[in-house]
């Protein structure tokens, strides 16, 4: 069974930065398409950010272009997000997501990802 687990969350003053974990097991991490999702308080959750299996290919949503950054090392089987410059608009919680056959391309809010960790808090304060 696929387990995701996230971790580094926290509070930070705005135009700080974060980066945030995902460990993956149960599986064989490479062969899954790998996303971080937010959900804000009282909003829908959102996209994020996607990456391809391999790591070569990214896809973010428009508000966090060029400020986040998502990765992942497949030998340690785990997913990154490197938040910088960070806005208190960013405030939620933050997951990561896997599926297996998914287009990293077309992964959006709303996608239906195979498997999904319990998220980690990011508050940012003005």
């Known amino acids: 069974q696929v387990q995701l687990v996230e971790s580094g969350g926290g509070l930070v003053q705005a135009g700080g930065s974060l980066r945030l974990s995902c460990v993956f097991s149960?599986?064989?991490?490479?062969?899954?398409?790998m996303g971080w999702f937010r959900q804000a308080p009282g909003k829908e959750r959102a996209f994020v950010a996607a990456?391809?299996?391999?790591?070569?290919?990214?896809y973010y949503a428009d508000s966090v272009k060029g400020r986040f950054t998502i990765s992942r090392d497949n030998a340690k089987n785990t997913l990154y997000l490197q938040m910088n410059n960070l806005k208190p608009e960013d405030t939620a919680v933050y997951y990561c997501?896997?599926?297996?056959?998914?287009?990293?391309?077309?992964?959006?809010?709303?996608?239906?990802?195979?498997?999904w960790g319990k998220g980690t808090l990011v508050t940012v304060s003005s």
């Open positions: 997501a896997a599926d297996l056959r998914a287009l990293p391309s077309t992964i959006r809010s709303g996608y239906d990802m195979d498997y």
């Open positions: 149960g599986s064989t991490f490479r062969s899954y398409a």
């Open positions: 990456i391809s299996r391999s790591g070569g290919s990214t």
